[in-house]
């Protein structure tokens, strides 16, 4: 007799990287039948013409009780001589099948790419998230590229976004401290002029979208129906040497009052000394080739906001500034390559340039090129808050932007998640740019990226508001193959066997940590410090999505093989 209702067995195929067998798990997903004691005679055939498995057995020795299920074999290479392995366990059926080559093997790639020519697919499943695919087609639209809601498509940017920028590493600014060093002397001042420069070459500007793996960040004013509050940035001019007297640009007037004076110095750096009596004094090492007193006064009524200026008199400055050692001068030297442009620079340009440098986005530089999907520590500022922000017609959560004394972006950028937004209408079609994206897949790639980089398999996932512990995750197999669905009964008339694809995913084990109490969270912190775990930080939305994720793909395994310790054994999509 037929199965009355085949749907309530679910399987699961499984395959592991460089190992040459497929495994199939059978189980009842209702009512979790204790399989080991109720399949009597079980049989399990392999049927290659018909592309299925068929698994038949008699329950509890009545043979009116027969139950007959049909899995359909995903694409592999199947060894038909090797036998056929199964058996009853607690709460599955496990079946086991020879492969000639493993899933992952480059013939096995190519052989399916080849056959794949005749077939209409949606492969955009298993291709790679990569960001020089998604900067090659956004560019090549010449005519420009809208933003949509994947919600309610509706249409995010005022006009077409043109020009694409894609973001640098997240340890961009490491990368300088280590190249040109990090002290107060010597190089020091090279790598913050570059560190500074750097990032205002990554200044969100309008019809300009930057890009990075996970986002897209636009300028406040390039998207539809978004009224920001101006930004004034708290203005304040805190003019250090370095970034000081090196933006310093032509125009106005000469206001005496400025001391630029060489001393000695142990540690051959310059300093920009501003005293009570309205005096700015310019402080670098003592040369016998270099003497330098020139006096401005500052105006200190004009001291704040667009009104600050002074400037620098050309007869003041030798020839023998640009021969003075070390580059803790370079500074000086560059001003006497403007003045002998025949212009006058003054500090109103300085302050121009500097503008961005405030408090907040000193406070904010760290993570202004970072990916805030998943932030590192370093990436964040107790400063800095970041606001959600909601599609304007359906409100979906769509991305987030960094804001401090007001509710204004403080670099004008709004970041957009890749998986919430699509390049095109219709959502999802063929040239929809980011339709492989999904919350899933963009986190199992910083995984596997961070575990890569970092060489940590274990990851704690905080709140980025709260900083408290929501979401522990350990990495168990960062390159397995999975496909999931139900059986059906050997009399279904409901068509033909469906084709499977293995896709490719990860293993992981997790644990919501999202209402632990204080004490456990003191747990969480020993744990993630004895083990040595990655501490990242992600919006509490989507962390809470994230759960939900893994708890549904839990259930794709049978029960017992969900539960370890205080963990749950999940997977995610590559």
Same mark, same amino acid.
């Given at each position: 007799?037929?199965?009355?209702?085949?749907?309530?067995?679910?399987?699961?195929?499984? %395959?592991? *990287?460089? /190992?040459?067998?497929?495994?199939?798990?059978?189980? @009842? $997903? #209702?009512?979790? +039948?204790?399989?080991?004691?109720?399949?009597?005679?079980?049989?399990?055939?392999?049927?290659?013409?018909?592309?299925?498995?068929?698994?038949?057995?008699?329950?509890?020795?009545?043979?009116?009780?027969?139950?007959?299920?049909?899995?359909?074999?995903?694409?592999?290479?199947?060894?038909?001589?090797?036998?056929?392995?199964?058996?009853?366990?607690?709460?599955?059926?496990?079946?086991?099948?020879?492969?000639?080559?493993?899933?992952?093997?480059?013939?096995? %790639?190519? *052989?399916? /790419?080849?056959?794949?020519?005749?077939?209409?697919? @949606? $492969? #955009?499943?298993? +291709?790679?998230?990569?960001?020089?695919?998604?900067?090659?087609?956004?560019?090549?639209?010449?005519?420009?590229?809208?933003?949509?809601?994947?919600?309610?498509?509706?249409?995010?940017?005022?006009?077409?976004?043109?020009?694409?920028?894609?973001?640098?590493?997240?340890?961009?600014?490491?990368?300088?401290?280590?190249?040109?060093?990090?002290?107060?002397?010597?190089?020091?001042?090279?790598?913050?002029?570059?560190?500074?420069?750097?990032?205002?070459?990554?200044?969100?500007?309008?019809?300009?979208?930057?890009?990075?793996?996970?986002?897209?960040?636009?300028?406040?004013?390039?998207?539809?129906?978004?009224?920001?509050?101006?930004?004034?940035?708290?203005?304040?001019?805190?003019?250090?040497?370095?970034?000081?007297?090196?933006?310093?640009?032509?125009?106005?007037?000469?206001?005496?009052?400025?001391?630029?004076?060489?001393?000695?110095?142990?540690?051959?750096?310059?300093?920009?000394?501003?005293?009570?009596?309205?005096?700015?004094?310019?402080?670098?090492?003592?040369?016998?080739?270099?003497?330098?007193?020139?006096?401005?006064?500052?105006?200190?009524?004009?001291?704040?906001?667009?009104?600050?200026?002074?400037?620098?008199?050309?007869?003041?400055?030798?020839?023998?500034?640009?021969?003075?050692?070390?580059?803790?001068?370079?500074?000086?030297?560059?001003?006497?390559?403007?003045?002998?442009?025949?212009?006058?620079?003054?500090?109103?340009?300085?302050?121009?340039?500097?503008?961005?440098?405030?408090?907040?986005?000193?406070?904010?530089?760290?993570?202004?090129?970072?990916?805030?999907?998943?932030?590192?520590?370093?990436?964040?500022?107790?400063?800095?808050?970041?606001?959600?922000?909601?599609?304007?017609?359906?409100?979906?959560?769509?991305?987030?932007?960094?804001?401090?004394?007001?509710?204004?972006?403080?670099?004008?950028?709004?970041?957009?998640?890749?998986?919430?937004?699509?390049?095109?209408?219709?959502?999802?079609?063929?040239?929809?740019?980011?339709?492989?994206?999904?919350?899933?897949?963009?986190?199992?790639?910083?995984?596997?990226?961070?575990?890569?980089?970092?060489?940590?398999?274990?990851?704690?996932?905080?709140?980025?508001?709260?900083?408290?512990?929501?979401?522990?995750?350990?990495?168990?197999?960062?390159?397995?193959?999975?496909?999931?669905?139900?059986?059906?009964?050997?009399?279904?008339?409901?068509?033909?066997?469906?084709?499977?694809?293995?896709?490719?995913?990860?293993?992981?084990?997790?644990?919501?940590?999202?209402?632990?109490?204080?004490?456990?969270?003191?747990?969480?912190?020993?744990?993630?410090?004895?083990?040595?775990?990655?501490?990242?930080?992600?919006?509490?939305?989507?962390?809470?999505?994230?759960?939900?994720?893994?708890?549904?793909?839990?259930?794709?395994?049978?029960?017992?093989?969900?539960?370890?310790?205080?963990?749950?054994?999940?997977?995610?999509?590559?």
């Amino acid at each position: 007799m037929a199965i009355k209702n085949p749907r309530k067995w679910r399987f699961t195929w499984e %395959a592991q *990287s460089h /190992s040459p067998t497929l495994k199939l798990f059978v189980f @009842d $997903s #209702h009512t979790h +039948t204790n399989t080991s004691n109720q399949c009597q005679n079980l049989e399990v055939n392999l049927n290659l013409p018909k592309h299925h498995v068929s698994i038949t057995w008699v329950q509890q020795q009545d043979l009116q009780n027969q139950i007959s299920l049909l899995v359909p074999i995903p694409k592999v290479l199947i060894d038909s001589e090797s036998p056929v392995s199964y058996r009853a366990l607690a709460d599955h059926i496990e079946v086991k099948l020879v492969l000639l080559l493993p899933v992952d093997h480059p013939i096995v %790639a190519s *052989s399916d /790419s080849v056959l794949r020519l005749t077939q209409i697919a @949606d $492969s #955009h499943v298993s +291709t790679p998230l990569l960001m020089d695919s998604d900067i090659k087609k956004l560019s090549l639209k010449k005519e420009g590229v809208h933003f949509y809601c994947r919600n309610c498509s509706t249409k995010l940017t005022k006009t077409p976004i043109r020009n694409f920028v894609e973001m640098p590493s997240v340890n961009w600014q490491e990368a300088a401290d280590n190249w040109f060093g990090a002290c107060c002397c010597s190089f020091g001042g090279i790598s913050e002029k570059l560190v500074t420069r750097y990032a205002n070459c990554y200044t969100c500007v309008t019809g300009t979208c930057l890009l990075n793996c996970t986002t897209v960040t636009l300028f406040k004013d390039d998207l539809v129906g978004c009224n920001f509050p101006a930004w004034d940035g708290g203005r304040k001019c805190h003019a250090g040497l370095a970034s000081a007297v090196e933006d310093v640009t032509c125009g106005s007037t000469l206001d005496p009052g400025i001391i630029y004076r060489k001393t000695a110095g142990c540690d051959d750096q310059n300093e920009l000394v501003h005293d009570f009596c309205g005096k700015l004094s310019f402080m670098g090492n003592k040369d016998e080739n270099f003497i330098v007193s020139q006096q401005f006064d500052v105006n200190e009524k004009e001291t704040n906001g667009d009104s600050l200026f002074c400037t620098l008199p050309v007869s003041g400055l030798s020839e023998n500034v640009a021969s003075a050692p070390g580059c803790c001068v370079h500074a000086t030297h560059e001003i006497q390559d403007h003045v002998g442009e025949g212009c006058t620079p003054t500090l109103s340009a300085l302050y121009q340039k500097t503008e961005r440098n405030t408090a907040d986005q000193i406070s904010f530089r760290n993570g202004f090129l970072g990916n805030i999907f998943m932030a590192r520590s370093y990436n964040l500022s107790k400063d800095i808050e970041w606001i959600e922000f909601l599609c304007p017609c359906c409100l979906t959560f769509l991305g987030a932007y960094p804001s401090s004394t007001s509710d204004a972006p403080i670099d004008g950028g709004v970041r957009l998640f890749k998986c919430y937004i699509s390049t095109c209408l219709p959502i999802g079609g063929s040239d929809d740019i980011f339709r492989k994206y999904t919350l899933e897949r963009m986190f199992t790639n910083q995984l596997l990226e961070s575990a890569k980089d970092e060489l940590s398999f274990r990851t704690l996932i905080r709140d980025l508001k709260t900083k408290s512990p929501m979401l522990q995750i350990v990495l168990l197999n960062p390159n397995a193959w999975c496909c999931t669905g139900y059986c059906s009964g050997m009399d279904s008339t409901t068509g033909p066997i469906p084709k499977l694809d293995l896709q490719p995913i990860i293993k992981v084990l997790f644990s919501d940590c999202g209402n632990n109490s204080e004490s456990q969270s003191r747990i969480l912190d020993d744990w993630q410090t004895k083990n040595l775990a990655d501490d990242v930080f992600m919006l509490k939305r989507q962390i809470e999505e994230l759960i939900k994720l893994l708890v549904s793909a839990k259930d794709t395994l049978p029960p017992s093989y969900t539960s370890i310790e205080d963990f749950c054994l999940s997977c995610s999509q590559r």
